[in-house]
């Protein structure tokens, strides 16, 4: 399926038109983000309150519970986006189509776990990264962790962001503007560096809008972005853009002292070293190319 863009009513063809996307782009980011900040902290309240005041802190709430409030906002978040396309742009948001949600949604998982193994696996036979066996403690909170960047930061940044964004001006410059937004924010990240921010731009940024561009769906490139996240935080227990909330899994994995952050991605994680910048951005540009292939990145509907 064509990525839609909009049409109709704040999208309607005329005069400014670009200046009117860029204001529902960021109406639209801010009523998403809102969203699903209320409901998870709303739900999370509700919680508690369920329990009978047994777990008063954030950290104490069981992560059966977390992930439950997480799944819960994500879906709250993604039926207001829809809403909001269809009353805002007069249209059904074809790019959530449940239909397609099963099998594009396995898939991408698949497709950003196997990128991860790839990367940390080159770092691994490089000797830039060790891997070790640990006891594995928990996994929910793991899942919880790539529910949320999945689906929240799908939904703005390739939805909302380089949809209208595609509106606006045109597929390439909606492309690398939103991959340096995306790459840019992550500035702000722990252990972040410029190098790093570049490699999230491009491979990151690059890959995930890609599966949009050749699905017209949100739901490869919400698996690719949770597969991606789960697999390097969880499974390989690195860290995940410079965090460590998705620790817990069997293995550890660390850079190599001595070894060049840009080489093995030092404290960020392995998404910023040269392997994963080289094997994540080469699969982007190759969905990119078969997406053009198939007459996708001509869309102007």
Request: glycine content about 14%; aromatic content about 10%; hydrophobic content about 60%.
């Amino acid at each position: 399926m064509a990525v839609i863009l909009g049409d109709a009513r704040v999208l309607h063809p005329g005069k400014l038109r670009w200046l009117r996307a860029l204001a529902w782009m960021v109406a639209l980011t801010f009523l998403v983000g809102l969203t699903y900040i209320g409901v998870a902290q709303a739900a999370m309240r509700i919680a508690v309150a369920a329990t009978g005041g047994v777990f008063t802190l954030p950290s104490a709430v069981p992560p059966e519970l977390r992930l439950v409030v997480t799944i819960v906002a994500a879906v709250v978040g993604l039926g207001v986006y829809a809403l909001a396309v269809r009353y805002g742009e007069k249209r059904r948001a074809e790019e959530l189509a449940l239909r397609a949600m099963p099998g594009e949604l396995i898939g991408g998982l698949a497709v950003g776990g196997a990128l991860m193994v790839a990367a940390i696996g080159a770092l691994w036979l490089a000797g830039w990264v060790t891997v070790a066996a640990q006891p594995q403690t928990q996994v929910l909170r793991a899942i919880a962790a790539s529910v949320e960047s999945g689906v929240v930061e799908e939904t703005i940044f390739r939805l909302v962001m380089f949809r209208l964004l595609w509106r606006a001006w045109g597929v390439w410059p909606a492309l690398a503007l939103s991959a340096l937004v995306f790459g840019g924010l992550h500035l702000f990240n722990p252990n972040a560096t410029p190098f790093a921010a570049l490699c999230i731009a491009l491979e990151a940024g690059i890959l995930l809008a890609s599966f949009y561009v050749l699905t017209g769906r949100a739901w490869a490139s919400i698996g690719v972005h949770a597969g991606w996240n789960f697999t390097q935080g969880w499974v390989f227990g690195a860290a995940v853009s410079g965090g460590s909330g998705f620790a817990g899994g069997p293995l550890a994995t660390g850079p190599v002292a001595g070894v060049s952050p840009i080489l093995s991605g030092g404290g960020f994680g392995p998404e910023a070293s040269v392997p994963a910048l080289v094997i994540c951005t080469a699969a982007g540009v190759g969905v990119l190319w078969l997406a053009w292939r198939r007459g996708a990145m001509a869309t102007v509907a």
